[in-house]
Nanobody, 116 residues
């Protein structure tokens, strides 16, 4: 299993960013997938998920601002993030999730910082 997240960087508060995650080594199209984030000293939290059938979930902290999507033909998961806040600063990871346990291999994640 390989999960390669990308798209991080530095963005100003109120800005937008799109993260991508290229998945390989498993049947991506059949899995519920999710984006997680982690800040130092805190547990990793699930922020958004998308079912294999397309249904989505967003945590309260990002609802209305973040949109998760997937392209099964490209084995790629996306996270469109708008109206970014400094508290969104974290390392973001993709993995399976939302009713299923994530893979033990998380990949490096992608980090971005929202400046105020």
């Amino acid at each position: 299993v390989q999960l390669q997240a990308s798209g991080g960087g530095l963005v100003q508060a109120g800005g937008s960013l799109r993260l991508s995650c290229l998945a390989s080594g498993f049947a991506f199209s059949t899995r519920n997938m999710a984006w997680y984030r982690q800040v130092p000293g805190k547990q990793r939290e699930l922020v958004a998920a998308i079912a294999s059938g397309g249904g989505t979930y967003s945590s309260n902290s990002v609802m209305g601002r973040f949109t998760i999507s997937r392209d099964n033909a490209k084995n790629t998961l996306y996270l469109q993030m708008n109206s970014l806040k400094p508290e969104d600063t974290a390392v973001y990871y993709c993995n399976t999730g939302w009713g299923v346990s994530p893979f033990s291999s998380w990949g490096q994640g992608t980090k971005f910082t929202v400046s105020s």
